[in-house]
């Protein structure tokens, strides 16, 4: 299928703009940072806080859904995306509205350490963290502790994957559901789909490489399923999972092969892939697939958690 028109938009915009990432992480944070933000959806509530990590205190931001209803809400914990090194809660803030209400759960958005000043396990052990702490604290925070769920993009959704994994192996937090939006799922830049979209579509294989360069210690850490959640040897007995690919995305096909192993190994999970579609379009304003990907992942999440559809208006029905 040929590229979206509005996704090509965005890709000259992102020309005209000057961004490249690679060089200095500093300067691309500084660039990102510096970017406009689209306005966000209205939500219930918006707090700030911070939670206890294992290596000092981890910002968090706690949205509500517009209509809440009464009694506790389930929770979802957000990954943001940014291939570890960039990225943050304001960053995240547009899709993290929009999941919110679309999916009538309270959301915990994690601003986990970034690479390379704090590489692998860092982010990830601030993930598990936050998701642990979510999970102790759920009554306090009105959260359902027997329906949360942990989601992310990008490399979020390569992290939301890990904590998915390590959470079953330890015999809890009790995880229900895993929104995996274009997941990292393996080290390495050797796949059909980064060959087919090497450059070209904003993430490219370099710039994959100057991710991972920042993120792992040494290439033997690509072995450890929590950096590569594809080589784990055993897939049974995890979440429900719902993830989404693109077609002019390198990360395409490891995503892919996760939702495939993920379904033989008998977990029920739902694979879309957008054609046409390149990294980075998932809740982007100006792309109408985005919008209609988070609007999916919201309904998979109401699905899965026990919410009632929403109505027009962004509600609960």
Not at 228 to 239: I, T
């Amino acid at each position: 299928m040929p590229l979206n028109p509005q996704a090509q938009q965005v890709l000259e915009m992102m020309a005209a703009a000057g961004l490249e990432l690679g060089g200095d992480p500093a300067a691309v944070r500084a660039f990102m940072a510096a970017a406009p933000r689209p306005e966000g959806e209205a939500v219930g509530n918006v707090e700030d806080r911070m939670i206890p990590g294992l290596a000092g205190d981890v910002p968090v931001r706690i949205y509500a859904p517009i209509d809440a209803g009464g009694g506790p809400l389930p929770g979802l914990v957000w990954f943001h995306g940014g291939g570890w090194v960039i990225g943050n809660l304001d960053s995240a803030d547009f899709a993290c509205r929009m999941l919110t209400n679309a999916s009538g759960c309270k959301l915990v958005s994690v601003d986990y350490r970034l690479a390379p000043e704090n590489k692998f396990p860092a982010p990830f052990d601030d993930c598990l963290a936050a998701t642990q702490w979510v999970a102790a604290n759920a009554s306090a925070l009105g959260i359902d502790p027997t329906r949360i769920a942990v989601g992310g993009d990008s490399a979020g959704g390569n992290l939301a994957a890990a904590v998915a994994h390590v959470a079953k192996a330890a015999g809890g937090p009790d995880i229900s559901f895993q929104a995996l939006v274009y997941p990292v799922t393996d080290y390495g830049v050797d796949t059909q789909s980064y060959q087919d979209n090497a450059e070209g579509y904003l993430l490219t294989k370099a710039s994959m490489e100057w991710f991972w360069g920042h993120y792992v210690n040494t290439p033997a850490d690509g072995a450890d399923p929590r950096v590569s959640p594809l080589r784990a040897a055993d897939l049974s007995g995890l979440p429900p999972a719902f993830v989404i690919t693109a077609e002019f995305d390198p990360l395409r096909d490891e995503g892919e092969a996760y939702a495939k192993r993920l379904k033989g190994a008998g977990v029920a999970t739902t694979h879309k892939r957008f054609d046409g579609q390149i990294h980075g379009f998932f809740a982007n304003p100006a792309i109408d697939d985005g919008r209609e990907a988070a609007q999916l992942v919201g309904e998979a999440l109401r699905g899965a958690l026990g919410v009632p559809a929403a109505s027009a208006a962004g509600g609960a029905a």
